[in-house]
């Protein structure tokens, strides 16, 4: 079965701290991708990743970066947290031919007090 | 972006009753795929459609790609508390690498 782990269910920032959230899968997936779900505006597209060091924005870039140094990692970079950021943020990845199918992590709640 | 619908948003039913939703597009979609998500978890894949017309069924849910590929519909019968959670719909269009994902459909169902 293909895995995809988060490095946090659960965290708690303050508001201008920089704040790291890692994604780690094991299936060898070409694609990885980062959304954030808020409760009535569903699952929002912030960065995608094709390929190791390769990144193209989503629908809601703004206020976030990635990084992708290895094949299995992707990493979502909060810059300055702020307190609309407060969110789930769940990552998933897909493999090349797998017809769009994405595998997703057990999410991060985050919150920027 | 394209705008992917999900109705109805919540649906609260008692065990044993039938219930559908629905996804529709203006737009026709390279595949459809159905996640259900449980709170506190992420979306779990339940199935993929890629054909207009194809159905599947998954034990007791009947999914429906529509003919011409812009509409989706889930139907699950004999409706069980287990089945509780939220059901989204996300379509690829094109050969875009990123889903496109409906808003969910909230399902509640009571002993």
């Known amino acids: 079965d293909v895995k995809v782990t988060q490095s946090s269910r659960y965290l708690v920032k303050r508001t201008g701290e920089k704040v790291f959230l890692e994604c780690v899968q094991d299936?060898?997936?070409?694609?990885m991708f980062w959304y954030r779900q808020d409760p009535g505006l569903g699952l929002r597209l912030i960065y995608f990743?094709?390929?190791?060091?390769?990144?193209e924005k989503g629908d809601i870039p703004e206020g976030y970066s990635v990084s992708r140094e290895k094949k299995e990692r992707f990493s979502l970079i909060l810059e300055s947290a702020s307190t609309n950021q407060t969110s789930m943020y769940l990552c998933?990845?897909?493999?090349?031919?797998?017809?769009?199918?994405?595998?997703f992590g057990p999410g991060t709640r985050l919150t920027v007090l | 972006t394209q705008l992917l619908e999900q109705s109805p948003q919540f649906l609260s039913i008692q065990e044993g009753e039938n219930l559908t939703v629905y996804c529709n597009s203006s737009s026709v979609f390279s595949s459809l795929q159905w996640y259900r998500q449980e709170p506190g978890e992420g979306p779990v894949l339940l199935v993929t459609?890629?054909?207009?017309?194809e159905v599947k069924k998954l034990k007791r849910l009947t999914f429906q790609f529509g003919d011409a590929r812009k509409d989706s519909s889930l139907h699950i019968t004999a409706a069980q508390p287990g089945d509780t959670g939220l059901y989204l719909c996300?379509?690829?269009?094109?050969?875009?690498?990123?889903?496109?994902f409906g808003k969910g459909t909230s399902l509640l169902v009571t002993p």
């Open positions: 996300a379509g690829a269009y094109g050969s875009g690498y990123a889903l496109n």
């Open positions: 998933a990845s897909r493999g090349q031919g797998s017809k769009y199918e994405q595998f």
């Open positions: 990743s094709y390929d190791v060091k390769m990144k």
């Open positions: 459609v890629v054909t207009g017309g």
């Open positions: 299936m060898d997936h070409e694609n």
